[in-house]
């Protein structure tokens, strides 16, 4: 079975422009979390997705978005780019939402110019 | 807000060197991950630990839950060139609105030299 897919793996938008990213989960798992890692630090927590409901939310502004689909799939939308919105972003997958094993995709690189 | 503390931040040792990272929190948590990312990758999970006082054991890795379920360290014997990369450690909230968020400490960047 596949692992978390995450796309585009790498994208360069401006200041001012709306970016979205997208997941998918491994197969049978329900739950999709969200994670922001700028260069030289750990991730920080986004959001988290169940069953279609947002179950978590970190400290973002609402300039960040996300929604989850039936398949289970999710996007993560942000408007408004700034250049501090430059970072790798991680999608992680578990079973349910309250599964301990969380595995993470290889992230989408966005840079903002 | 819950914080991990992991340190030390960098580490840099000869192959066969023994080495250890810790992760430390006033807060508690439901589990804690151990993660190893490479450049320009996503973190890969290592190992998953529930139990306080629980300690697991992967090849020449060596993970242990504290307790309290507060810290946990992890212990590599005989370092490898190939060990080298960012060491990360997570822990999952044990409840409230963000029961799923997992908080990370700042990562270990461990070096080993051949």
């Known amino acids: 079975d596949a692992g978390v897919t995450q796309s585009p793996t790498h994208l360069i938008k401006t200041r001012g422009q709306h970016v979205t990213l997208r997941c998918s989960p491994i197969?049978?798992?329900?739950?999709v979390s969200w994670y922001q890692q700028v260069l030289g630090q750990g991730p920080q927590f986004i959001f988290q997705?169940?069953?279609?409901?947002?179950?978590g939310r970190g400290n973002f502004p609402d300039r960040f978005s996300a929604r989850q689909f039936p398949n289970y799939s999710s996007e993560l939308n942000v408007n408004a780019l700034l250049l501090g919105d430059s970072a790798l972003y991680l999608c992680?997958?578990?079973?349910?939402?309250?599964?301990?094993?969380?595995?993470f995709g290889e992230g989408s690189w966005l840079t903002v110019v | 807000t819950q914080l991990l503390e992991q340190s030390p931040q960098f580490l840099s040792i000869q192959e066969g060197e023994n080495l250890t990272v810790y992760c430390n929190s006033s807060?508690?948590?439901?589990?804690l991950q151990w993660y190893r990312q490479e450049p320009g990758e996503g973190p890969v999970l290592l190992v998953t630990v529930v139990t306080g006082g629980e300690v697991k054991k992967l090849k020449r890795l060596t993970f242990q839950f504290g307790d309290a379920r507060k810290d946990s360290s992890l212990h590599i014997t005989a370092a490898q060139p190939g060990d080298t990369g960012l060491y990360l450690c997570?822990?999952?909230?044990?409840?409230?609105?963000?029961?799923?968020?997992?908080?990370f400490g700042q990562g270990t960047i461990l070096t080993v030299h051949p």
């Open positions: 997570a822990g999952r909230n044990a409840g409230g609105t963000s029961y799923g968020k997992l908080t």
């Open positions: 997705y169940y069953e279609k409901e947002e179950r």
């Open positions: 807060s508690v948590f439901s589990s």
């Open positions: 992680a997958s578990t079973r349910d939402w309250v599964a301990n094993t969380i595995y």
């Open positions: 197969s049978g798992h329900k739950s």
